[in-house]
């Protein structure tokens, strides 16, 4: 019999716990190891400005956590993205109980109205079998929407053969800064309430960030423009390393430039004793480039959606 459980916000002070619970479920490789342990720093010092600039209140409202009655840290809803969606993350000895939880949790918080309707949506694991079944429980229909988490070996990546006139650069050059940003801003959906200055202010005060991973694909005749580029979040507990965002400069687009930023990316890892590199991938066009690009499949999750009357 496992003992109840109690719920609370997150605090910026539990960031360190939460990261190491994260790590927890990684190693174990089950349904919730759906998440790369630095997804959440990702999502901690880069989403965050998404939200404030749409108005949401703060992105730390849309996290909550799950503790035993010993106070340890048991399970983990939240949302990523500037949107109502919800993750779930738990520890296998409370499971059954904190998933019934959790998805009570975002149907009372975590929703949108329109038209008078209520809308919200859920990830899970495609073989996560109980979340599944509590969410057609509880109305929710499976969308044809698909995230993937994929991988990269590095002992298995050839070093980079491009040829192309791009270099490969780490943001070590305030020139680059804005560009870069820019760069970047084109992966988010709504640009208009992309903060340029504040993010980038924000995503180095984040405890793992390195300047030495956020990389820049750049082309030499023109030193201050950047082609790609993306952000590389360390997690020391297994020596890998998450890709996010990853981004190609619209008028770069289409020329096979983002596959050649992969490819100088990984070798770069490759070369300062990295193991693995991950990615997400909404989507099956997304999955067939980084799949082309070297990465291979990992989790998948699948998207259900609730459209009812409040």
């Known amino acids: 019999m496992t003992s109840p459980l109690n719920v609370c916000k997150y605090h910026s002070d539990a960031f360190n716990e939460v990261e190491r619970f994260f790590d927890s479920l990684f190693k174990k490789r089950t349904v919730d190891a759906c998440w790369h342990p630095s997804r959440f720093e990702y999502a901690r010092y880069l989403v965050k400005p998404l939200f404030e600039k749409r108005g949401i209140t703060d992105w730390e409202d849309h996290v909550s956590l799950w503790r035993d009655s010993d106070g340890k840290l048991v399970g983990i809803a939240l949302s990523e993205a500037a949107d109502f969606n919800s993750f779930f993350l738990t520890a296998s000895e409370h499971r ?5 939880q959790m998805l009570g949790w975002a149907m009372e918080t975590n929703y949108c109205l329109e038209g008078g309707r209520k809308r919200m949506t859920c990830w899970a694991d495609q073989d996560d079998n109980l979340l599944i079944t509590l969410l057609k429980e509880h109305g929710f229909d499976q ?8 991988v990269c070996d590095l002992n298995q ?3 980079s053969s491009a040829t192309s006139h791009c270099l490969l650069s780490t943001l070590v050059d305030p020139c680059l800064y804005e560009s870069r940003m820019e760069c970047v801003a084109s992966a988010f959906q709504d640009r208009s309430h992309y903060d340029l200055l504040s993010s980038y202010k924000m995503t180095e005060n984040a405890p793992n960030y390195r ?3 956020d990389f820049c694909l750049v082309d030499p005749r023109y030193p201050n423009t950047v082609i790609a580029a993306c952000t590389g979040w360390q997690n020391h507990a297994d020596n890998s390393v998450y ?4 981004a190609v400069a619209p008028q770069y687009q289409g020329k096979g430039m983002g596959t050649i930023l992969l490819r100088f990316v990984m070798t770069a890892l490759k070369y300062q004793g990295f193991r693995h590199v991950y990615v997400g991938a909404y989507g099956d066009g997304l999955k067939y480039f980084y799949c082309q690009a070297g990465f291979s499949h990992f989790r998948t999750l699948n998207h259900y959606s609730l459209n009812k009357l409040a």
Do not use: R
């Open 211 to 213: 300047q030495d991973l």
């Open 143 to 150: 969308d044809i929407g698909q995230e993937y988490l994929l």
């Open 157 to 159: 990546h050839p070093q």
């Open 96 to 100: 059954s109980a904190s998933l019934k």
């Open 243 to 246: 890709l996010e965002p990853v």
